[in-house]
C-alpha cells in the first residue's frame, strides 16, 4: 500500500537552533500534504496545509514565519521549525493522500510514523 | 467547522465486539465519515470511511445512520492489539481531529 515516510524519527536540539522535517510520499504523487502536531496525551492538531509548487495555507494562530513549510516536488514537504522553543517540543506529523485536497473524502490518507522534536 | 463527539474512553473484552459510537449531527451533504486510529507514538492509520451506505471492510464496518447524523465503528472481535485512539472524523477539504475514544482491550 502507499506509504507517507517521515524523517528524522526523533531529533533533539538547542533552543535558538532550527530543526527541519521531512515528509515523503513514496509510491504515490502528492500534490497538498497536511502537516499536524500532537502534545502529550491530547489530539492531532491541524498546523497547515502544503501544496506543491504554492504557498502552504497555515491554520489560525500558527506561525507561518516560525514553522517554514516547502513543498518543492510532487513527493516531498518540508516543515522547518525555525529559532526552536522548548514549548515547541512535540510530536509532529504528516499525511498526503493520492490524487491530493480534491481526493481526501473519497479515500484515505496516509500518516507518517511522525517526529517527535524535543528543544532543550 | 463540523465537529464529532466521541466518547473519551471504552473497555472491551478480548475477541468480542466493540461498538464506538461517533455524533456528528452539524455534518453538511459533501462530508465524508472516516474513522483513523493512533497507537502511541505512531502517525494515525486509515480504518474505514463511508458517505451514507454502511461499508465494511477487513478491518470493521461502519454503520452510517440514515440521517447521518451520527455512526458507529464496530470492530467485530476486538484483539489486545486493537487497543488505541478510535478517531472519528468528517472530512471534505481537509481532515480535522476531534478528541477521539480511547480504547481498551481486556484480555
Known amino acids: 500500500g502507499a506509504v507517507v515516510s517521515q524523517h528524522p524519527s526523533w531529533v533533539i536540539c538547542k533552543s535558538g537552533t532550527s530543526v527541519k522535517i521531512e515528509c515523503r510520499s513514496l509510491?504515490?504523487?502528492?500534490?497538498?500534504m497536511f502537516w499536524y502536531r500532537q502534545f502529550p496525551k491530547q489530539s492531532l492538531m491541524l498546523m497547515a496545509t502544503?501544496?506543491?509548487?504554492?504557498?502552504?495555507?497555515?491554520e489560525q494562530g500558527v506561525e507561518k514565519d516560525k514553522f517554514l513549510i516547502n513543498h518543492a516536488s510532487l513527493t516531498l514537504s518540508t516543515l522547518t521549525v525555525t529559532s526552536a522553543h522548548p514549548e515547541d517540543s512535540s510530536f509532529y506529523i504528516c499525511s498526503a493522500t493520492p490524487g491530493g485536497a480534491s481526493s481526501l473524502k473519497r479515500t484515505e490518507a496516509f500518516f507518517g510514523q511522525g517526529t517527535r522534536l524535543t528543544v532543550v | 467547522d463540523a465537529k464529532t463527539t466521541q466518547p473519551n474512553s471504552m473497555e472491551s473484552n478480548e475477541e468480542e465486539p466493540v461498538h464506538l459510537p461517533c455524533n456528528h449531527s452539524t455534518i453538511s451533504g459533501t462530508d465524508y465519515i472516516h474513522w483513523y486510529r493512533q497507537l502511541p507514538s505512531q502517525g494515525p492509520e486509515y480504518v474505514i470511511h463511508?458517505?451514507?451506505s454502511n461499508v465494511n471492510n477487513r478491518m470493521a464496518s461502519l454503520a452510517i445512520a440514515e440521517d447521518r447524523k451520527s455512526s458507529t465503528l464496530i470492530l467485530h472481535r476486538a484483539t489486545l492489539r486493537d487497543a488505541a485512539v478510535y478517531y472519528c472524523i468528517l472530512v471534505n477539504n481537509d481532515m480535522r481531529f476531534g478528541a477521539g475514544t480511547r480504547l481498551t482491550v481486556k484480555p
Open positions: 502544503s501544496n506543491e509548487g504554492s504557498k502552504a495555507t497555515y
Open positions: 509510491d504515490f504523487q502528492a500534490t497538498t
Open positions: 463511508g458517505l451514507t
